[in-house]
């Protein structure tokens, strides 16, 4: 599960830890209403956020959330992401 922090709403996606790439199985409206893509949209992601890493987006943090993901440990991290629309959005995860 990934949750980000900084908004009233809680904002989360569930994910198929069992599947290459943890594909995301659902996303509340939270989520949803904080990235901008519907939710059909994240149906079969990954649940890593890469489809919402941009330019700035930091390498080491994106590999610390797939460290994470891959060896079944929490990890507190602050990652630069890219709504739908491009417009940059801090999280936490």
Request: charged share 25%.
């Amino acid at each position: 599960m990934l949750r980000c922090k900084y908004h009233l709403d809680n904002a989360f996606v569930l994910s198929n830890a069992q599947i290459v790439d943890y594909p995301i199985v659902y996303s509340n409206d939270g989520f949803t209403k904080l990235s901008g893509y519907l939710r059909t949209d994240l149906m079969m992601k990954s649940s890593t956020c890469n489809f919402m890493c941009g330019e700035l987006t930091n390498i080491e943090t994106q590999t610390k959330i797939r460290d994470a993901l891959e060896n079944c440990h929490i990890e507190q991290v602050e990652v630069l992401l890219y709504k739908k629309n491009s417009k940059k959005e801090k999280n936490l995860h």
